[in-house]
């Protein structure tokens, strides 16, 4: 006897399930809740993942037995190459079998651009591909594949669909290497009767994804929309069940693409690929610091060159700042790549230990390239170019400054100073102002084409400037 859905209200900002409905859900949203069916879980648990060893007499029926952590193989082996270095660089070395990448990003920034280079670069070495649309035609697929692709594989199959267990069956039928959902948002189970996009849909059709993918080692590229505000549309759950999640970055009127990973089991997560949106597809960047620092003026006044260490890689930045008297009201203070916080951290500190007198100024500080790093080895850097653009002071292009800053005004050390001065030594800069405990450890190595100048105090740093 089948069994009957039961009802739920789902909160769309979280995913919280309630019984009843009520006005604030428990994550402080107000009239978000969404009444939902949701099916109970079926007598046969034939949706639980694949076990090592098969059952022993006498031992419930499907039942898995443990396995030693010493005996299992690794899973580096079964890695396969996208043909994208800087996606590859981004999955940790390239995907992994059996496992579930969801992609987001804005309309228009190059999502399924480069799943469809992937996936003809996969069909062309692995073997069957399975491109599965909700949105597009094929023929609108095919436009974009002549497009982008150098040339199409036979491996390469296209498939116009929103019903989940249609997908299931054919891809349980046609065994691809690789499989493309695009998007989760469209795909609909006939077991629910909410609409496509609902979170019981969603999550549904995930859990389905991942019953595929698992069984049959298959690993499956999912392509999510977002909210306004940027964040992946659905419920959070999503993002707990795959096992990467991935997001593009930049401005639709700049060239300039950023894929990072938010999530990622089998690789780090603080890798970013960078690609170039051009009229043939998204080209990889190799130079990514030359490309951030090309229209870096020689001596213009709130001007630094900042530096991080993404991934397994270090970057070259430039930091700019502006000082602007403040007209009406309260002075106004506005960063784009720099959190607001961490920048009026940075200003308080420079009223108390350097002098600047800055109540009465509007102050604008622009990570150029649309890059947001993380951490805080920008610090420095920031702080330099606000106190150009107040005294009126320029700097040369070819100095550098790393460090992170402290209330008290000190310079702590930050992690990989040692390969950050290297890159900039190749990229053609003369000096490097840093904290001392970082430059006394970089002086033994004795890296040749370089000045190193360690400061203890932001003071320091500020007459070395």
Sequence with gaps: MAKKAKTVFVCQECGYESPKWQGQCVCGAWNSMVEEKVLPAPGSDDKRRRGGFASAPGEGKGRN????????????????????????????GGMVKGSLTLISGEP??????????????????????LYVSGEESEDQIKMRADRVCKSLPDNLFILSETCMENVSAIAEELKPEFVIIDSIQT?????????????????????????????????IFIVAH?????????PKIVEHLVDCVLHFTGERNQELRILRAFKN????TSEIGAFEMAESGLLEIENLSKSFLEGMEEGAEGSMAAAVYEGTRPLLLEVQALAAPTNVGFARRSSIGVELSRLNMILAVLERKAGLNLIN???????????????????????????????????????LALGEIGLTGDLRSVQNSEKIVREAARMGFERVILPKKNADKLKELDIKGIRLIGAKHISDAIQAF
């Design 265 to 268: 089991r089998f690789g780090t």
């Design 108 to 129: 228009g920034i190059g999502k399924s651009t480069i799943i469809i280079q992937a996936a003809s670069n996969i069909a062309g070495q692995y073997g069957k591909v």
């Design 187 to 219: 795909m609909y189970t006939e077991d629910l009767d909410s609409a496509p996009g609902s979170v019981s849909q969603v999550r549904a059709c995930g859990n389905e994804l991942m019953r595929v993918g698992k069984t049959f080692n298959i690993p």
């Design 65 to 92: 037995r443990p396995s030693k952590l010493t005996e299992v193989k690794s899973g580096n082996y079964t890695r396969m190459d996208t043909g994208i270095g800087e996606l590859n660089r981004v999955l940790g």
């Design 361 to 399: 100024q509007d102050i604008y500080v622009n990570i150029v390239g649309g890059l947001r790093p993380e951490g805080t080895s920008t610090d420095l850097a920031v702080a330099l170019a606000i106190y150009s653009t107040c005294r009126g002071k320029t700097c040369s292009g070819r100095t």
């Design 226 to 234: 977002v909210t306004k505000s940027g964040e992946l549309a659905g």
